[in-house]
């Protein structure tokens, strides 16, 4: 009786104390922390949507859509959902394979991280952000999906925006393409991942990339009441987005496909051309009208995820490296075309501008000869006639006596580098600045820069003096000792500007380097106002209203440090190059009558390579309005590549060009000029014809 009575009150005083603690348990839960419980429920039972806006179209400066936006229904999975389910949602996978009519094993190598060693397809974005396995699926797919969405946790099937591109392989590197944003992205940049959608994408190169901000608009937000299972069930509060602002170009769709075709054909011309570039530009505003580069690529290939093959295709320099824009990256040789600077450097050094000068066939260079073009000599000439025959003796004997003066090998003190320095004056050796991703600088050598060639490749030099080159004199033992004689000169003395490299510099060879942009720009200062301008895309950024936003100008950068004369001068040089000189049989029965082009041919000499082609040009040569400037990388001499596929784009733009089976060819510009006034946007979004 008493062992019973003491194990009740052992009972009783175990339950009074977990009582006790229950009650200290529930102080603490509803008092002490109490309103963060509060609040933890509240966030379970809502739940903030960012809904993302709806992105900006491109359009050409007549309003005709460049890249413009068509509504798809996506399937999008979320990876971090599936990872959480018993074997990484294999089920789910299974089950989205059968009503997508795919693989299970396309769609798992759809949604994992590419990273080192992973092959396309692969997801590029953020692990957090669902990622889209289907950008075209029909309604009845989607509705399979939704209407059962317990046997499909995770996965969404939505209405979304995607890219279209109405020019297909036009224009695609100046355009650019979309891309899923990373997580260090979203990390680096402020403010982004606050307003991040989770199906955002944002521009990786060309226009997309540099009005990404303006295209992509400002994000909605909507707080939606959801069950403990997380279907809504109410909305609590919602702001619409903003759409992205409509970037209008400068860019004429009709002008760029003429381009286009000039360059595939010239390309087609040329058997060992790898390459091309073109560009076009409004001489008095310094917009771009065309920019080209062959071979190109149809951006659409981007949409939806890209394949390993198609991936590989872009990089391949067997394809001609596609995803790459010779026009604004591509760095060559400009041959003749450079000319205009090395003449302007002459007169700025003294020269007389209606002097008399002998052109030989060869003039020794130091203890070198250096010939024209074939060897062929011309007699005393003055320097409208070097430039409209092309004669390259002249410029070596200015180029040399320069040097000399400089101090030769031996330099005293500062040196003048007369064609260096007007060079850089044109705008050669630096990017021009246009409204594009990844321009490059181009080369403009010099002393200083020979010296510092000189310490960054001294040691491999030397070493190369002295073991050769066994790698290629197995194949090719005259080159190999040519190169191993080569490594010791510039060994012991690669610091020297030499009397060749000055001579070479003066017709666009040896270490000059320039992209067809760069040519561009300085041919419309020196045939314009004389002011170099930073070329401009981008005409101006307006809303979806057709309100405007911002005009976008070319800035002036420069200005050609020769006086009005002397541009008249050698502008008039240049206008005889087609009808009379070096581009006379490319332009052969072209109506200059009608419209006269003026210009300069350039052939660049490539070690083991066929020639670079050249042709930069422009017109009405009286009042000038359009540069056009071809390249074709190994395409042989510049009258025989370059300018024939100048002349088709001017036939093009004018409507010269014959008669297509007896019909007239219509203008690509009907009003002979750029366009001066924007596009008009309706308020419906539309544009006014």
Known sequence: MIRTRGRLVVLQILVISLLALLAVRLWQVQVVRGAEYVAAATETRTRDVVVPAVRGQILDSAGR??????????????????????GNGRVVLQKLATVLNRRPVDLRMRIRA??????????PGSPYQPIPIDDDVTTREALQILERQEEFPGVTAEVQAVREYPGSTAGAQALGYLQPITQEELEKRDGFKAVFSGVDLVGRDGLEAVYDRQLRGVPGLRRVQVDRLGKVIGVERQVQPTPGDTLITSIDAR????????????????????????????VRTGRVVALASAPTYNPAVWTGGISEPDYQRLLSGKAGMPLVSRAIKGEFAPGSTFKVSSVSAMLRDG????????????????????????GIGMGTI?????????????????????WLRDGGLRPRGKTKEPMATMARAFGFGRPTGIDLPGESAGRIPDREWKKQLWAETKTENCRRARSGYPEVARSSPGRAAFLKQLAYENCVEGYQWRPGDAANFSIGQGDVLVTPLQLAAAYAALVGDGKLRSPRLGWALVRPDGTMVKEIKAPVVGRLPISPVERAYIKGALSEVASDGTAAGAFAGFPMDKVKVGGKTGTAEVY??????????????????????????????????????????YEGIYGLAPEAKGKPVRAALPNHRPAVDLPMIKRDGTVAR
């Open 65 to 86: 859509p460049l890249v413009r936006n068509r509504t798809r229904l996506v399937v999008s999975v979320d990876r971090t959902s599936l990872n959480r389910m018993e």
């Open 114 to 123: 590419c990273g080192p060693g992973v092959t396309r397809p692969c997801w």
């Open 255 to 282: 002008v760029q496909a003429v381009t286009e075709k000039a360059l595939a054909e010239a390309m087609k011309a040329a058997p060992t051309a790898d390459g091309a570039a073109g560009v076009v530009l409004d």
């Open 351 to 374: 020269y007389p501008l209606h002097g008399r000068y002998d052109c030989p066939g060869s003039f020794m260079v130091g203890s070198r000869p250096f010939n024209n073009f074939h």
């Open 382 to 402: 003055d320097l409208h006639t070097a430039l409209v025959k092309s004669c390259d003796t002249i410029f070596y004997k200015a180029a040399y006596e320069q």
């Open 608 to 649: 083991g390579k066929t020639d670079t082609s050249w042709f930069a040009s422009f017109a009405p040569t009286d009042r000038p309005r359009f540069v056009v400037v071809v390249m074709v990388s190994q395409g042989g001499m510049g009258g025989q590549t370059a300018a024939p596929a100048v002349r088709k784009i």
